[in-house]
């Protein structure tokens, strides 16, 4: 299984709406939020098999601002770069 981040900006007007969202579809636990550092975004990783899946993850609310990232760990084992596997 794939790891996603989900990256969800907002604006200020939208805030209380969208965090209340959030908890009321069970998320708030996943998601992080940089709002009280004026950064009205949320980012949740996630495990999923495509970007369509991850975005599944998140409220209606949020999805026409959301994206999903595929994000990887890379690691170094006989001077060779290699990335985790899905």
């Known amino acids: 299984m794939n790891r996603y981040m989900i990256i969800a900006p907002h604006t200020d007007a939208e805030c ?5 969202q ?3 579809a069970g998320f708030n636990t996943h998601v ?3 709002c009280k550092d004026g950064d009205h975004t949320g980012w949740a ?11 599944m993850f998140v ?4 999805r026409p601002k959301a994206h999903a990232v595929l994000v990887v760990k890379f690691y170094e084992t006989g001077g060779k770069i290699h ?4």
Not at 16 to 20: E, M, P, R, Y
Not at 45 to 55: D, P
Not at 59 to 62: D, G, L, N, Q, R
């Open 83 to 86: 990335q985790n596997q899905p």
């Open 45 to 55: 990783i996630v495990e999923a098999e495509s970007h369509e899946q991850a975005m």
């Open 22 to 24: 959030v908890i009321s």
């Open 59 to 62: 409220p209606a609310i949020m």
């Open 16 to 20: 209380n709406a969208i965090v209340k």
């Open 32 to 34: 992080d939020w940089g």
